[in-house]
């Protein structure tokens, strides 16, 4: 980027036109070099480090015999290598003719010429923007993933102007003019010229009728224009750009699909948010501690990386399901958490119910001790009454018997 920036405010056209060394200033010239030597040093990092993490590997006979069968969907028996039955090459490399080798060593190679070369070459590593942006490559995305329909189009729509092309040999030789780049002397270039004029804006733009003409030419000549407005430059072009349009649209809903799934729903247990309302420390706790998407990812690069033999119950267990491509050693509909937290309600609900019994226990036992008291009381009045009652009555036989005695006395 500063090297493009230093170009763009110091560069000024040589002498010539034939001279392609641009003009530039002595402090342009030295911190061209500088930034491009800067610039080579991180190419060449970046590709050592791509070399370093990716570890490319040159495909064997075996690879380079079922590459094709791979790519047709057509099943090729996997090759192990001794009786640890592993695979002769590990997940994690890539191959030699990788994309991404190429890129990078490209990547180098561009950044060394653009040294060399005044700085015309740095301008493609503007380009590179794209890989680290998400929008950008997903606009890239959009024209690349229907390559085949776009260059179905673009084979059905060089038929088109190929017969237009026929057309203006036969019938308009005499509206090209040589001299304003227009050329039709052979059949080759008329397509040619029909191909670059009718993509850049119509050829009815540059196709000039030539004076003395008549009417009826003038209208075939109408005729000629609008059809091809219509069906190339109205129809193609938009069938071209709705082609685009949509895919960019399918890849917009399936980024927002799959970032609302990954809001509202577990990958690895497929549990919703809303279950883990109640839970401590709620569903983004979850998704990093408990369900680790990339723990899961780690652990089956790790099964990858080990030894067949080496394999404890567990692993063999989860390496078959894998290679099966089945996922039954997912937790699914299932978690820790929220099994402890059903745990601790159902606890809790005991908890209330023996506090509930134990208070209801305890009333009953202070009512009875109540009642037993009232009844010692009822019981202890009842005795007290009968006592007072017997002391009455002797008293009275008292009263009566000195009553007797004192009759018998005065008698």
């Given at each position: 980027?500063?090297?493009?920036?230093?170009?763009?405010?110091?560069?000024?056209?040589?002498?010539?036109?034939?001279?392609?060394?641009?003009?530039?200033?002595?402090?342009?010239?030295?911190?061209?070099?500088?930034?491009?030597?800067?610039?080579?040093?991180?190419?060449?990092?970046?590709?050592?480090?791509?070399?370093?993490?990716?570890?490319?590997?040159?495909?064997?006979?075996?690879?380079?015999?079922?590459?094709?069968?791979?790519?047709?969907?057509?099943?090729?028996?996997?090759?192990?290598?001794?009786?640890?039955?592993?695979?002769?090459?590990?997940?994690?490399?890539?191959?030699?003719?990788?994309?991404?080798?190429?890129?990078?060593?490209?990547?180098?190679?561009?950044?060394?010429?653009?040294?060399?070369?005044?700085?015309?070459?740095?301008?493609?590593?503007?380009?590179?923007?794209?890989?680290?942006?998400?929008?950008?490559?997903?606009?890239?995305?959009?024209?690349?993933?229907?390559?085949?329909?776009?260059?179905?189009?673009?084979?059905?729509?060089?038929?088109?102007?190929?017969?237009?092309?026929?057309?203006?040999?036969?019938?308009?030789?005499?509206?090209?003019?040589?001299?304003?780049?227009?050329?039709?002397?052979?059949?080759?270039?008329?397509?040619?010229?029909?191909?670059?004029?009718?993509?850049?804006?119509?050829?009815?733009?540059?196709?000039?009728?030539?004076?003395?003409?008549?009417?009826?030419?003038?209208?075939?000549?109408?005729?000629?224009?609008?059809?091809?407005?219509?069906?190339?430059?109205?129809?193609?072009?938009?069938?071209?750009?709705?082609?685009?349009?949509?895919?960019?649209?399918?890849?917009?809903?399936?980024?927002?699909?799959?970032?609302?799934?990954?809001?509202?729903?577990?990958?690895?247990?497929?549990?919703?948010?809303?279950?883990?309302?109640?839970?401590?420390?709620?569903?983004?706790?979850?998704?990093?501690?408990?369900?680790?998407?990339?723990?899961?990812?780690?652990?089956?690069?790790?099964?990858?990386?080990?030894?067949?033999?080496?394999?404890?119950?567990?692993?063999?267990?989860?390496?078959?399901?894998?290679?099966?491509?089945?996922?039954?050693?997912?937790?699914?509909?299932?978690?820790?958490?929220?099994?402890?937290?059903?745990?601790?309600?159902?606890?809790?609900?005991?908890?209330?119910?023996?506090?509930?019994?134990?208070?209801?226990?305890?009333?009953?036992?202070?009512?009875?001790?109540?009642?037993?008291?009232?009844?010692?009381?009822?019981?202890?009045?009842?005795?007290?009454?009968?006592?007072?009652?017997?002391?009455?009555?002797?008293?009275?036989?008292q009263t009566v018997r000195a009553k007797q005695l004192a009759s018998?006395?005065?008698?």
């Amino acid at each position: 980027m500063l090297v493009c920036i230093v170009i763009l405010v110091s560069w000024t056209e040589p002498d010539s036109l034939s001279d392609n060394v641009p003009r530039r200033p002595y402090v342009a010239i030295v911190s061209t070099w500088l930034l491009g030597a800067l610039h080579n040093v991180f190419s060449a990092c970046v590709m050592i480090g791509h070399f370093l993490c990716s570890r490319p590997r040159v495909p064997t006979l075996w690879h380079l015999r079922t590459f094709w069968p791979c790519r047709f969907g057509v099943p090729v028996a996997q090759r192990f290598n001794g009786d640890a039955r592993r695979p002769s090459a590990s997940k994690l490399q890539a191959s030699i003719f990788n994309f991404n080798t190429f890129y990078y060593i490209g990547f180098f190679l561009l950044s060394v010429l653009g040294s060399a070369f005044y700085g015309y070459f740095f301008a493609v590593h503007l380009l590179d923007i794209a890989r680290h942006n998400q929008i950008l490559s997903r606009v890239i995305r959009a024209v690349t993933k229907n390559g085949p329909s776009l260059i179905c189009v673009l084979i059905y729509s060089i038929a088109f102007f190929y017969i237009y092309a026929l057309l203006c040999f036969a019938f308009y030789r005499d509206t090209f003019i040589p001299s304003a780049g227009n050329f039709c002397d052979t059949m080759y270039q008329c397509t040619v010229t029909v191909i670059r004029r009718g993509l850049i804006g119509g050829i009815y733009s540059y196709l000039v009728v030539p004076e003395g003409r008549s009417f009826q030419y003038h209208a075939t000549k109408t005729i000629f224009d609008v059809s091809f407005f219509i069906i190339i430059s109205t129809i193609g072009l938009n069938i071209i750009f709705g082609i685009i349009v949509d895919t960019f649209s399918e890849l917009r809903d399936a980024k927002w699909q799959a970032d609302q799934d990954m809001r509202s729903s577990c990958f690895i247990c497929s549990k919703g948010s809303h279950d883990f309302a109640r839970c401590k420390g709620g569903f983004e706790k979850h998704v990093k501690s408990e369900h680790n998407l990339w723990s899961y990812l780690f652990y089956i690069l790790y099964l990858e990386e080990k030894s067949r033999n080496e394999f404890t119950t567990i692993e063999r267990y989860v390496w078959k399901l894998y290679q099966k491509k089945r996922t039954d050693y997912f937790p699914l509909y299932t978690s820790l958490t929220i099994k402890q937290e059903d745990e601790d309600a159902q606890m809790s609900a005991i908890v209330t119910c023996v506090s509930y019994l134990v208070g209801k226990r305890k009333e009953l036992d202070i009512a009875r001790q109540r009642e037993l008291e009232q009844l010692r009381q009822r019981q202890w009045e009842a005795r007290y009454a009968q006592s007072r009652r017997s002391r009455a009555a002797r008293m009275h036989i008292q009263t009566v018997r000195a009553k007797q005695l004192a009759s018998d006395v005065d008698d």
